[in-house]
């Protein structure tokens, strides 16, 4: 059997180009050129590299047949295939290639038909362009003649060299000088398993578009592709091995894995993890917002009233956000869904802060934070987070799950008790019952004035979960001098029903006077007599959010 480790291959002598992509090709193809390397070329890149002066043999002269059928048969020839497929150190394959008369191919630079920006044009997809495009014309973007042109390539890559991507033109070049002509081999070990790499993502958001054509929401297989962005010092704990990867054709919009860095130390797992949170939480929000996130947790989210939305409602928001919880904000990770301005700027750095993340921030904020030279300030350029993936992934030991991105919210409320809650009740319960999405189960929240005043978390027992968010509200209450925690008068979200009525009772203790919740327990007779009993007004939603 021919031993297939890499080995140097041969002085590159004949490159074949095809790309969509022609970001630095008329540099790469003129340093080819002086390496006295013979180019083949197709259509637009051919006529593309002419123009730049650079001399070219059409594919069709080389195989001495034409292209057909509008270019859809233009390389998937024999004498193209044969010439890269054929193994340099195997008499067999050197047979072949001298009796039809083959000559080699030694590198192949080839990218592929746009199919992620032609479905992006269609009417409905997200960040779609204007003009749209039809079914017809995605399925012409599905490139054949690439893929098979890139895996032969990257399948011998033991004697040929395989570039896919613009951003490594400059390292073959490069390599190329430094080697009299040759690809070494680490090299083009690389940019096979790159090439590899492309080719699996294309076909993956091939399979996921064509998948949803024929109406199918979870498709047969499903390939989750990313591109690397960077490694990430290390994971949730040092002994962790980390790395971001961003979506295969970023949109730039709306998230915190695009966001500009304006300064600050390194981004950590946990820091975009924490981001993350903060940034899906202050984004549920049409009016301007503040979130302070811990361990992925609210620690405090407030908003301003609709009827004042000015963004200098945004300091109090963060005052009241930050009077939930301040020992748990120390540290924590502050989001805003307006522009920061220097007086926020100023109140933010007060205690220390590990990230702060919003849309825009002017000159006077950016030169407040840039006195903390370790936070880490992000800007999103968007006001809205939902415009990435629709799905959520999360892995098993040997498999993982799917799942829809949780934007729901009731359209409806029932109200079940003798007493109907009032208008200033029913916006803070709307406003608790938000911020419960984005709480770990089991979720309690307090909130009054549009604050949250008591938050519990992650807690294995509901009823728990609503005493700690009431020991938290006594803690801050005492920490702010009032004579009252701010549980008193307020509403109540809980995520989930209540399976007794002892966690209602817990907050009816707390001094809660309106509650919202899904519904739905077999006891919510009980329930219901609790809060009647109490005299409080209680809703359900049935709808529920878990937060794992």
């Known amino acids: 059997m021919t031993d297939q480790i890499a080995v140097d291959p041969a002085v590159v002598s004949r490159a074949l180009i095809s790309v969509s992509n022609k970001d630095g090709l008329a540099e790469l193809a003129a340093a080819l050129s002086a390496f006295d ?84 044009k269609q009417p409905g997809a997200k960040n779609s362009g ?47 000088s430094a080697h009299g002509g040759n690809l070494p081999a680490a090299l083009t070990r690389r940019l096979a398993a790159k090439a590899f790499g492309h080719t699996a993502a294309y076909d993956g958001l091939i399979n996921e578009w064509l998948s949803a054509q024929a109406g199918l929401d979870f498709p047969h297989r499903m390939t989750i592709a990313g591109t690397l962005s960077r490694e990430l010092r290390y994971g949730e704990n040092p002994h962790q091995r980390a790395a971001l990867y961003l979506p295969v054709s970023p949109n730039g919009q709306g998230g915190v894995a695009q966001a500009q860095q304006v300064q600050g130390k390194e981004l950590s797992y946990n820091n975009l993890n924490d981001a993350d949170a903060a940034w899906a939480l202050v984004c549920e929000f049409e009016a301007p917002a503040v979130a302070i996130i811990k361990h992925a947790n609210p620690c405090g989210v407030a908003r301003v009233p609709d009827a004042d939305k000015a963004e200098a409602g945004l300091m109090k928001a963060y005052e009241a956000a930050l009077a939930c919880d301040p020992v748990s904000a120390f540290g924590g990770v502050v989001a805003v869904n307006r522009v920061l301005d220097e007086e926020l700027a100023q109140a933010i750095t007060a205690i220390f802060t ?7 921030a002017d000159d006077a904020a950016i030169a407040v934070f840039a006195a903390k030279k370790n936070l880490r300030l992000l800007l999103t350029g968007a006001t809205e987070v939902n415009q990435g993936p629709a799905r959520r992934v999360s892995q098993l030991a040997d498999g993982f799950l799917v799942q829809d991105f ?111 919740q899904p519904g739905g327990s077999v006891r919510d007779n009980e329930v219901i007599a609790a809060a009647n009993d109490a005299g409080i007004a209680m809703v359900f939603t049935g709808m529920r959010h878990f937060r794992h």
């Open 130 to 176: 204007t003009g749209g495009t039809d079914f017809d014309e995605a399925i012409e973007n599905i490139d054949i003649g690439g893929p098979a042109l890139i895996r032969a390539a990257a399948k011998n890559h033991a004697h040929v060299g395989v570039v896919t991507d613009p951003a490594d033109y400059q390292e073959v070049i490069a390599a190329l």
């Open 37 to 120: 390397i013979e180019i083949l070329s197709t259509g637009g890149s051919a006529a593309f590299l002419r123009q730049a002066g650079v001399e070219v043999i059409d594919v069709s002269e080389h195989t001495g047949f034409p292209e057909i059928m509008g270019g859809r048969v233009k390389t998937l020839h024999p004498k193209i295939h044969g010439g890269i497929l054929g193994r340099r150190n195997e008499p067999g394959d050197r047979a072949a290639m001298e009796e039809h008369t083959i000559p080699p191919i030694d590198l192949v630079v080839v990218n592929l038909y746009p199919f992620a920006e032609t479905i992006a």
């Open 354 to 360: 590990e990230v702060v993340i919003a849309p825009a």
């Open 406 to 516: 949780d934007d729901g919210m009731p359209a409806e409320l029932q109200v079940v008790s003798d007493r109907s809650p009032s208008s200033v009740e029913l916006a803070d319960m709307d406003f608790a019952f938000r911020v419960a999405k984005h709480v770990k189960s089991n979720a309690i929240v307090y909130a009054k004035n549009l604050a949250t005043v008591g938050i519990g978390a992650g807690q294995m027992s509901r009823v728990d979960s609503a005493r700690i968010a009431a020991t938290k509200a006594i803690d801050a209450a005492e920490k702010a001098g009032s004579e009252q925690p701010g549980t008193v008068g307020s509403a109540v979200a809980s995520d989930a029903f209540f399976p007794f009525a002892d966690g209602l009772t817990a907050a009816i203790e707390a001094g809660a006077v309106a509650v919202i």
